[in-house]
């Protein structure tokens, strides 16, 4: 099922490379960086894109343990990937009384958001192990603070219930400087202290650069993973795992005066040699991209120009040295992941999340066991 990347083509179409030891490197890296902390990690969303069934296993054979996902089904999807190999799938978003069989068939743990859900698990499935989720700041899912102290007062509420873990998020981890990171972390702090003796989870991706003090007991990364920087602007220690390659079709010459692509949004005010690339928003490259996004011809920069149709682009490779034919490669993506998501005024998750709508992946493979 595995394809080299060096394959020929059997069509001028654009590849997605997911690099699965990349991402299994990765899921080191934070372990490396919280030693004193379980890593596992967050894979809603077809693991962000990149595909559950490939990513899982993978994140499993580095050492993964606890798994994260939004929805039920995609915990299902997880524990098929998984093949067996032990792990915690917790599900975010809640706890549905017509889901249980669903939950109990792929032994999934709900993350309990409020008091409500806490009092329906208890009639209707106390034996099911479950997370519990307080919103410290974030005001998105999870226990609010008039729900967290009534449950604190009363302890009792969880009285014979399985609570595997305790979990907050942080909203603006990715800017350090916020003050809203170290007022969460003290609410959540003063919350472990209530429910001590449960693992208790507090950091995403960002989080963890936050620091030890941010580390709690389990991490739950998602795009580190993946190679996204998690606080863009600042060092990031995780390595690019995904890459577009795709392949050129036609190579032309422009006129000063001539322009490119629908709307004529591009006019060359110098002679210019653009090359039309087999990629486009159908791929999942966001239109957005167009007129400030970029690939790259080995270590050359090669902006697009115009908009970006539904399958093809516009690239500039006027300062290409090495001879251009059709089926040369143009990569998009890998390092330039921030930058690209920049030029869209969007995040690389946005993105990501949407690559896997017409490429044809392919999967350089990973280090089977730890
Ligand atoms: C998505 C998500 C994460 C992972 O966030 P990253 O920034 O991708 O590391 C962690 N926790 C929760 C609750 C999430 O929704």
Same mark, same amino acid.
């Given at each position: 099922?595995?394809?080299?990347?060096?394959?020929?083509?059997?069509?001028?179409?654009?590849?997605?490379?997911?690099?699965?030891?990349?991402?299994?490197?990765?899921?080191?890296?934070?372990?490396?960086?919280?030693?004193?902390?379980?890593?596992?990690?967050?894979?809603?969303?077809?693991?962000?894109?990149?595909?559950?069934?490939?990513?899982?296993?993978?994140?499993?054979?580095?050492?993964?343990?606890?798994?994260?996902?939004?929805?039920?089904?995609?915990?299902?999807?997880?524990?098929?990937?998984?093949?067996?190999?032990?792990?915690?799938?917790?599900?975010?978003?809640?706890?549905?009384?017509?889901?249980?069989?669903?939950?109990?068939?792929?032994?999934?743990?709900?993350?309990?958001?409020?008091?409500?859900?806490?009092?329906?698990?208890?009639?209707?499935?106390?034996?099911?192990?479950?997370?519990?989720?307080?919103?410290?700041?974030?005001?998105?899912?999870?226990?609010?603070?008039?729900?967290?102290?009534?449950?604190?007062?009363?302890?009792?509420?969880?009285?014979?219930?399985?609570?595997?873990?305790?979990?907050?998020?942080?909203?603006?981890?990715?800017?350090?400087?916020?003050? @809203?990171? *170290?007022?969460?972390?003290?609410? #959540?702090? /003063? =919350?472990? %202290?209530?429910?001590?003796? $449960?693992?208790?989870?507090? &950091?995403?991706?960002?989080?963890?650069?936050?620091?030890?003090?941010?580390?709690?007991?389990?991490?739950?990364?998602?795009?580190?993973?993946?190679?996204?920087?998690?606080?863009?602007?600042?060092?990031?220690?995780?390595?690019?795992?995904?890459?577009?390659?795709?392949?050129?079709?036609?190579?032309?010459?422009?006129?000063?005066?001539?322009?490119?692509?629908?709307?004529?949004?591009?006019?060359?005010?110098?002679?210019?040699?653009?090359?039309?690339?087999?990629?486009?928003?159908?791929?999942?490259? @966001?239109? *957005?991209?167009?007129?400030?996004? #970029?690939? /790259? =011809?080995? %270590?050359?920069?090669?902006? $697009?120009?115009?908009?970006? &149709?539904?399958?093809?682009?516009?690239?500039?490779?006027?300062?290409?040295?090495?001879?251009?034919?059709?089926?040369?490669?143009?990569?998009?993506?890998?390092?330039?992941?921030?930058?690209?998501?920049?030029?869209?005024?969007?995040?690389?998750?946005?993105?990501?999340?949407?690559?896997?709508?017409?490429?044809?992946?392919?999967?350089?493979?990973?280090?089977?066991?730890?």
């Amino acid at each position: 099922m595995t394809t080299s990347p060096t394959d020929t083509r059997a069509e001028p179409a654009p590849r997605l490379i997911i690099d699965l030891a990349t991402i299994q490197q990765n899921y080191r890296k934070v372990r490396d960086l919280a030693p004193g902390a379980e890593a596992g990690a967050v894979i809603k969303a077809n693991a962000y894109g990149l595909g559950a069934m490939e990513v899982v296993p993978a994140l499993a054979d580095a050492g993964c343990r606890t798994f994260y996902v939004a929805h039920t089904s995609e915990g299902r999807e997880a524990r098929t990937a998984l093949a067996g190999r032990p792990a915690d799938i917790y599900v975010f978003n809640g706890f549905w009384p017509a889901e249980l069989p669903a939950l109990r068939d792929a032994e999934l743990f709900p993350v309990i958001n409020e008091l409500a859900q806490l009092e329906q698990l208890r009639e209707q499935a106390p034996d099911l192990p479950c997370a519990l989720h307080f919103d410290t700041g974030m005001n998105r899912l999870g226990l609010g603070p008039e729900e967290t102290d009534a449950l604190i007062a009363n302890p009792a509420r969880l009285d014979a219930i399985d609570v595997r873990q305790i979990m907050s998020h942080l909203a603006c981890a990715d800017e350090p400087v916020y003050p @809203l990171n *170290a007022r969460q972390l003290e609410r #959540f702090s /003063r =919350i472990r %202290e209530a429910f001590h003796g $449960i693992p208790a989870s507090l &950091s995403n991706s960002a989080g963890i650069l936050l620091g030890p003090d941010y580390h709690f007991d389990v991490l739950r990364p998602g795009l580190a993973l993946f190679g996204g920087v998690p606080a863009p602007g600042y060092p990031s220690p995780f390595e690019p795992a995904v890459e577009i390659d795709a392949p050129i079709l036609q190579i032309r010459t422009l006129r000063p005066g001539d322009t490119v692509g629908y709307g004529a949004t591009f006019t060359a005010d110098t002679p210019r040699r653009i090359a039309t690339v087999a990629a486009g928003y159908a791929d999942g490259l @966001l239109r *957005a991209f167009g007129n400030g996004g #970029f690939g /790259r =011809i080995g %270590e050359t920069r090669v902006p $697009i120009l115009g908009r970006v &149709s539904m399958d093809l682009i516009g690239v500039d490779v006027t300062d290409v040295d090495s001879p251009l034919t059709p089926g040369h490669p143009v990569c998009f993506l890998g390092g330039d992941i921030e930058d690209m998501a920049d030029s869209a005024a969007t995040i690389s998750y946005e993105f990501l999340v949407r690559l896997g709508l017409r490429f044809h992946r392919i999967y350089k493979p990973a280090a089977r066991r730890r």
